[in-house]
C-alpha cells in the first residue's frame, strides 16, 4: 500500500493536486481546446455505458494482469506520454517512470519532457516507450530515435493529432504558454510545419528507421485504424489527446468499438481520454481494448505528491478495477467482453 493514510480516493488526489499548483499550471493540465466539449465529453460519456453484471460466481480471487507488446503489466493501466510535467513536480517524467515500474506497467516519455531519454531509463524501475513529436527533418529524428533505441525503449510512439497546436482558451487567456516555461531536455523547436505534413510515408520512413515496434497515436475513425493495421502497424492508439487539440472531437470511448472492429486483431488497440475511475478501464476492456493510457489522473497524483502520489493514483485504479471486476461476475481479463456492457440512452 502507497501513502494510504493520506490518499483513500482518486478524487482526493484530484483536489490535493489542486491545492498545490499554481492556477495557471492547474489549467494548463486540466483543461482541453476552445469550449471544452471534448474535454467533457470524454468524461460523460463514460456515462453511456452499463454493466451487465453476473452473480454467483466464485470471485474470491481476481487477477487484473495482462501484456502490452508481450510485455507483462500488473494492471491494464499505463501511464500516457504528458509534455511539461516538471510544472507539476521538479521530478516530472523521473518520477512518473519510478511509480510506473514499482506498480507494475509501463510509462510513455513525451519529446517535451525536461529529462533527457537516458535519464529517464536511468530512474525507471520498469519498460518504457517514446512518444514522437515529429519536429524537425529526418535527420534530427533520426538521431532521437537512436539515441531512444540504445536506451532501452521497447516501443516508438508516433502523435498525429497535432497538426496544429489545439487553441486551449485557459492558457490563452492567463497569457500562459507552458512551452516556454523551463528546460527542454530534446532540442524540439516549436515549429509545427514538420508535424503538420506528416502521412503515412512518414509511417513507412519509420518503420525502415526503427526495429522498435511502431504505435500511432491519435487515431479516431475506423478509416485510419484500418490504414494503420495495412501498414503494419503493431499498436493503434485511439485518442483525441485528452480534448486538447480538436473541439467537438468524438469521446473515445465512444470510438472504441468501431476501431476495434476495424482493426479486427491485426494490431493491439489502446485508448485514452477521460479515464479516471477503474470502472472506465473495465468499460474500456470489454469493448476491446488491450489496456487504457491516463493523462490527467497520473498528473494529478504527480502534482499531488509526487512519485508516491502516482504510484497511489495507480493503486486505487487497480483497487477499483479489482472491486468492479468482482462485482461484474469476472476473476480474470480474459474472461471480459462486450457482453459486459451496454449502451444506454441516460447518462446521469
Not at 519532457?113 to 531509463?121: F, L, Q
Amino acid at each position: 500500500m502507497v501513502a494510504v493514510h493520506q490518499f483513500m480516493t482518486l478524487p482526493e488526489i484530484r483536489r490535493a493536486a489542486r491545492r498545490n499548483l499554481p492556477p495557471e499550471v492547474w489549467d494548463y493540465a486540466s483543461g482541453g481546446a476552445e469550449t471544452e466539449t471534448t474535454l467533457r465529453r470524454n468524461r460523460r460519456a463514460m456515462g453511456h455505458y452499463v454493466f451487465r453484471p453476473r452473480v454467483l460466481r466464485d470471485v474470491s480471487e481476481i487477477d487484473t494482469r495482462t501484456t502490452f507488446l508481450g510485455m507483462p503489466l500488473a494492471l491494464p493501466v499505463m501511464t500516457a506520454p504528458m509534455g511539461s510535467l516538471h510544472l507539476l513536480h521538479p521530478d516530472g517524467d523521473l518520477a512518473m517512470a519510478r511509480a510506473a515500474g514499482r506498480m507494475g506497467t509501463i510509462h510513455w516519455l513525451s519529446t517535451v519532457t525536461a529529462y533527457s531519454p537516458e535519464e529517464v531509463a536511468a530512474a525507471a524501475s520498469g519498460p518504457l516507450i517514446f512518444q514522437l513529436y515529429f519536429r524537425g527533418d529526418n535527420a534530427w529524428a533520426e538521431r532521437l530515435i537512436r539515441r531512444v533505441e540504445e536506451a532501452g525503449y521497447k516501443g516508438l510512439c508516433l502523435t498525429v493529432d497535432t497538426a496544429a497546436y489545439g487553441r486551449r482558451e485557459r492558457d490563452l487567456e492567463r497569457r500562459y504558454d507552458p512551452r516556454t516555461q523551463g528546460r527542454r531536455a530534446i532540442d524540439a523547436p516549436l515549429d509545427y510545419r514538420r508535424q503538420a505534413s506528416l502521412t503515412w510515408k512518414d509511417v513507412e520512413w519509420l518503420q525502415r528507421t526503427t526495429k522498435l515496434p511502431l504505435i500511432i497515436k491519435g487515431i479516431q475513425c475506423a478509416e485510419d485504424a484500418r490504414l494503420a493495421v495495412e501498414h503494419g502497424v503493431p499498436v493503434v492508439y485511439v485518442s483525441n489527446h485528452g480534448g486538447r487539440q480538436l473541439d467537438y472531437a468524438p469521446p473515445t470511448i465512444e470510438i472504441l468499438e468501431e476501431i476495434v472492429d476495424a482493426v479486427a486483431g491485426r494490431a493491439e488497440v489502446v485508448v485514452d481520454g477521460g479515464f479516471q475511475r477503474g470502472t472506465d478501464v473495465l468499460k474500456a476492456l470489454a469493448l476491446g481494448a488491450r489496456a487504457v493510457c491516463i493523462g490527467k489522473a497520473a498528473a494529478w497524483g504527480l502534482a499531488a505528491a509526487g512519485e508516491e502520489g502516482v504510484a497511489r493514483t495507480l493503486e486505487l485504479f487497480g483497487i477499483e478495477l479489482r472491486v468492479a471486476m468482482a462485482n461484474t461476475g469476472l476473476t480474470r481479463l480474459a474472461e471480459v467482453s462486450r457482453s459486459l456492457v451496454r449502451r444506454t440512452c441516460v447518462c446521469l
